[in-house]
């Protein structure tokens, strides 16, 4: 297992637009998280899974925001009628769970631009 | 709410040598864990070093080191012998315990730190 992978890389898309990214977490992390960061700022939680349950949406995520983990593998995080606010890196991570000692394994990102 | 404040936005420091970044943070908690990751230009975060708050011993990983007060709720990252690949943004990093409620890391805004040769 490399590691927590995220795609696309880059996204540019027109205002209005729906865009979709993925995340494949390390395989027996049974916890993914999505993370929003803007620059010069830190990452901001933006909701997690533990294995397909989504236990956790942050006020940051609005209804046009929807993310899903329906097998508990991967997850999807999908953004209805982009805005230019949205442009940002957005982040997935991974963990096993248990003791809140254990970091996070995050992924590259995806890189949203909205124009 | 947890809130985590990293008041210097930028540090330099010459290579070889030493240098601390400073890490407050607000809590009503008494167990917790903090962490200081590491974020280079490429963007992929890494976990440079983790605290348990209870525990009173400052945790260690090779050159880093932590100064953790829980009284003062402060924990700094020193960083010794200064590299040239240490140059990145660090981001202070605080987390509950699992399954006591919100389980999703709280950053600070980073500190950017500048490694000359």
């Known amino acids: 297992d490399t590691g927590v992978s995220q795609d696309p890389r880059h996204k540019i898309t027109k205002r209005g637009q729906n865009v979709t990214f993925r995340c494949d977490p390390i395989?027996?992390?049974?916890?993914l998280y999505w993370y929003r960061q803007t620059l010069g700022q830190g990452p901001e939680f933006l909701t997690y899974?533990?294995?397909?349950?989504?236990?956790?949406k942050s006020r940051l995520l609005s209804d046009r925001f929807s993310a899903e983990r329906p097998k508990g593998s991967f997850s999807t995080l999908e953004i209805q009628r982009t805005e230019q606010g949205d442009s940002a890196m957005y982040l997935c991570?991974?963990?096993?769970?248990?003791?809140?000692?254990?970091?996070?394994?995050f992924g590259s990102g995806t890189r949203l631009t909205v124009v | 709410a947890q809130t985590v404040t990293q008041s210097q936005p930028e540090m330099s420091v010459q290579e070889a040598e030493t240098v601390t970044l400073s890490c407050t943070y607000d809590?009503?908690?008494?167990?917790?864990?903090l962490f200081w990751y590491k974020q280079p230009p490429s963007r992929q975060m890494i976990l440079v070093i983790r605290?348990?708050?209870?525990?009173?011993q400052n945790a260690t990983e090779n050159r880093f080191s932590v100064n953790f007060q829980k009284a003062a709720k402060s924990f700094s990252l020193k960083i010794s012998d200064s590299q040239l690949g240490d140059a990145a943004m660090y981001f202070c990093?605080?987390?509950?315990?699992?399954?006591?409620?919100?389980?999703?890391?709280?950053f600070g805004k980073g500190t950017h730190l500048i490694i000359q040769p």
């Open positions: 991570a991974s963990s096993p769970g248990g003791q809140g000692l254990n970091g996070y394994t």
């Open positions: 395989s027996e992390h049974n916890r």
């Open positions: 899974f533990q294995n397909e349950a989504q236990l956790e």
């Open positions: 809590t009503s908690e008494s167990d917790y864990y």
């Open positions: 605290q348990e708050a209870y525990k009173q």
């Open positions: 990093a605080y987390r509950t315990p699992s399954g006591g409620g919100a389980d999703g890391l709280t």
